[in-house]
């Protein structure tokens, strides 16, 4: 024996806190019961009742990305792991891609085409602005790639590409695959991935569908698919080969053991996708994210990014003078229990709003930590009226909208 056993080792039960933290960041979301029940599972990673929840894991993802496509893989791993899948199975050495770069996620896919060898062209868009849509066909012309990447919400400075329909006619009408990353706008804003022509849509557990980290979907079109069986070279990446995957998805084979208790914790959030459909889910999103903005607005806060630019899954207000982000987090953790998102560059938080972050009884108590929290550290701000604003804009919307979700 040479390692002694470790001593003071703390228990989770003290480690965690008593109460759960709201997670009201930008992932991972807070658990629909369901989903947590199902993740606490484990059964035979093969066989009938896996192939049953596989099948319906298959369906529901079908619906969820609108695609007839029979080519819907799980991964055990994070959205980083299905961005690099999408990338490995689609990008040889040597050939062009073009990355359309407007923030930290969007950079990631054109490093992880870099690494497999590929000549790619970065277009950076400047921050926090959406893609220009004739810079694009520019680009398009003079790159002449063989695949274009994406990102349709940048959860890191809270920018939507709302043109992603128009780039990928443009790159579809050039003949180029187009990767999709949909990691935080899956089911909180609409994606079309047949009739938009994207070829490959990338999603994580753990933000727009709201269920665990580390369990991530991924839909290849059949186009991709036919170019991934045409491939002749061979993958360097075993775990992310597609056709390998293909087995235990499409087979009823062995590839890895897959992540189980992950698996049906995704079957329960899509089924949940299900039962609200599609449309409502993007109302209920919409109606709170709009709410949520109006309310941070009347405190006396600014928003991050332009309207036209803006995503709703994601909401990032500046930072007013004399405060830092940091403290604003901490402040809120500590004393109100909820938990935001700093960021990776820009002087602003992030507060989420995918799945269940999405519902008003959150964003009472989360407007109402922030402004007091920010009120706390010095900054002026007046919190009856965010929060005022945050029920007016609720209600205005709920009697537009006719619903109540
Ligand atoms: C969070 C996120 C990712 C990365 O997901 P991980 O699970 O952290 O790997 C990729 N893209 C977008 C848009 C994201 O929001």
New binding site residues.
Partial sequence: MIVPVPDHIIPLDNILPEEPLLMMG??PVPLPARVAAANSIVINHLGDTMATVVQQIKRMSAYVFQTESQHILGVAG????A?EMAVVNLVVPDSRVLSICNGF?ST?LAQMAERVGAEVTYLQVAEPEVVDIEQVAAYLDEVDPQVVTI?Q???SNTVFNRNLPAVCALAKARGAMVIV?A??TLSTLPLEMDSWGVDAVIT?G??GLASI?GV?LIAFSECAWDFIEARQDQLRHWCLDAKLADQFWYKNSYHYTAPVSGLLALHEALRLICIETLEQRFARHSRHSAALQAGVEALGLSLYVAPEARLNSVVGICVPEGITGPAILKQMSERYRVEISGSFGPKIVRIGQMGEQCRSHHLFRTLHALGSSIKTLGGVVDVPAGVAQLEMVLEVELQIRGQFT
Avoid: N
Avoid at 78 to 81: E, I, L, R
């Fill in positions: 930008a992932g994070p959205g980083s792991a961005m996620f990631r990102v919400g940048e959860t990353d990691v935080c994580g753990q933000k980290p991530s």
